[in-house]
C-alpha cells in the first residue's frame, strides 16, 4: 500500500491544444537531442504539491474543490522556446501569462495554505515541458505561438516506473466564475 503520493495541480489539454503540444514537440525536438515528452504527459503544471502522505490527500482535493467556483476560464499563448540549463529542459513559455491563471494559482497556494500545506515559493512561470536530458539548446528560432484555452484544471498524481513518470489525473474540476 503506498503511503505517499506524488501530487500537483496542472491544465489538462484539451484535443486542440494536445494536437499542437505533440507537433510542437515533434517539431523543436530533434531526434537525440534530448527525450521528448510522451503526448500522455504534456501539461502546465499550476502548483507542485511533491510527496503528499496517503492521509493528506482529502485535504488536498478539499483545496481543488474551493478554488473551482471562483476559478475564470481563459487562453494561454506559449509563444517563448526556453532551455533551461541546470534541468536540462527545453519548454515552451508565456511571454504573456493571463491574470485569471495568476488568480487561479494565489487561490490553489492559499487553500492549500489553509489546510496547513507549504506553499511553492518561486513565482509561478507557467512552461510546456518539450523535452528532458536536453544536453545542449537547440539553434534559436522563431516559435509558432501555441494557444491553449482553459476550462478546468485537475489534481495529478505522478506514477514513476521504468519507462518513466506517468501522469493520472485524480480529479478534475471546471472553471466556473
Do not use: N
Not at 532551455?83 to 492559499?110: D, G, I, N
Not at 518539450?130 to 545542449?136: D, N, Y
Amino acid at each position: 500500500m503506498k503511503t505517499e503520493r506524488r501530487l500537483f495541480f496542472a491544465l489538462w489539454p484539451g484535443p486542440a491544444a494536445l494536437a499542437a503540444a505533440t507537433a510542437a514537440v515533434h517539431r523543436l525536438v530533434p531526434y537525440g537531442t534530448g527525450r521528448p515528452q510522451r503526448p500522455d504527459q504534456l501539461h502546465l503544471t499550476l502548483e507542485f504539491l511533491g510527496d503528499v502522505p496517503e492521509p493528506r490527500l482529502v485535504s488536498v482535493l478539499e483545496a481543488g474543490v474551493a478554488v473551482a467556483s471562483s476559478a475564470t476560464p481563459f487562453e494561454i499563448v506559449l509563444d517563448r522556446l526556453e532551455y533551461w540549463q541546470r534541468p536540462q529542459v527545453l519548454c515552451l513559455t508565456a511571454s504573456v501569462v493571463p491574470e485569471p491563471q495568476v488568480a487561479l494559482v494565489r487561490s490553489l497556494r492559499s487553500a492549500l495554505a489553509a489546510r496547513g500545506f507549504e506553499p511553492e515559493e518561486r513565482s509561478f512561470k507557467p512552461h510546456l515541458t518539450l523535452a528532458r536530458k536536453v544536453r545542449l539548446p537547440p539553434p534559436a528560432e522563431s516559435t509558432e505561438s501555441l494557444r491553449w484555452a482553459a476550462h478546468d484544471y485537475s489534481l495529478v498524481e505522478s506514477i514513476s516506473g521504468p519507462d518513466g513518470s506517468r501522469y493520472e489525473r485524480l480529479s478534475t474540476w471546471p472553471m466556473r466564475a
